[in-house]
């Protein structure tokens, strides 16, 4: 299963399946954005991030995608694992040296075998 | 990337009381910051730890509540003052290395306030 659009709190896919997460990012003045992943007691984990110069970026099995114009955010996971379970947190900041980062909404991926 | 390590990891406090956290970098960097994860919720940022100067807080973070130290470039802590039921939470330690922007963060520390 696929969600696209709107922010969902939770998506649940079956394993094997592309997973699409979203966010909607509040600064149009922010340049530099990140996709965290974080399990169970842990800390959040970095997975990808992207620039404000561009619209795309691939990594291993996930792709971040950028819509500045109506300032989106998405983080596509190809072939969901169980191993993808987890909440997962957009980030987003400005491009200069001792900026914090700015956290969005979480969504929980629950991956099912 | 940079290896962080928080204390305690977790803890059980008595309302009233203060508890001290501790994050300890394995490498020197010039950025340190602490969040709050409140239960089910997203991250925010209390403040910046600077070293050698005064930490800069969020708007609804004072230094009353969240004294900062950070004496020098591996560590830094966070004081949890006076503490209520409200507080209980995830407080996570995070730090900018190289790449302007991204951070890593410790473990957290949990706290439940009785």
């Known amino acids: 299963g696929e969600s696209v659009g709107l922010h969902l709190p939770t998506l649940s896919v079956q394993e094997g399946d592309n997973s699409i997460i979203n966010c909607a990012y509040s600064n149009s003045a922010s340049d530099y954005f990140i996709w965290y992943k974080q399990e169970s007691g842990k800390g959040p984990q970095f997975i990808i991030d992207?620039?404000?110069?561009?619209d795309k970026r691939q990594g291993q099995r996930v792709t971040v995608l950028l819509n500045k114009t109506v300032k989106h955010l998405s983080l596509q996971i190809a072939a969901t694992q169980p191993g993808d379970s987890a909440v997962y947190f957009c980030a987003e900041t400005l491009n200069q040296a001792g900026t914090a980062l700015i956290f969005g909404k979480g969504t929980t991926l629950s991956v099912s075998s | 990337s940079a290896v962080i390590s928080q204390k305690p990891s977790r803890d059980i406090c008595q309302r009233g009381t203060s508890l001290t956290i501790q994050c300890q970098v394995d490498?020197?960097?010039?950025?340190m910051f602490w969040y709050r994860q409140q239960p089910g919720q997203s991250l925010t940022l209390i403040a910046t730890a600077n070293q050698g100067s005064e930490a800069t807080y969020e708007s609804g973070f004072v230094i009353d509540k969240f004294p900062i130290s950070r004496p020098n470039l591996t560590f830094s802590t966070l004081t949890v003052s006076n503490m209520s039921p409200e507080d209980s939470s995830i407080y996570l330690c995070?730090?900018?290395?190289?790449?302007?922007?991204?951070?890593?963060f410790g473990e957290g520390s949990r706290l439940t306030v009785l």
């Open positions: 992207i620039r404000s110069n561009m």
């Open positions: 490498s020197q960097v010039t950025m």
């Open positions: 995070s730090v900018e290395t190289e790449t302007p922007g991204e951070l890593f």
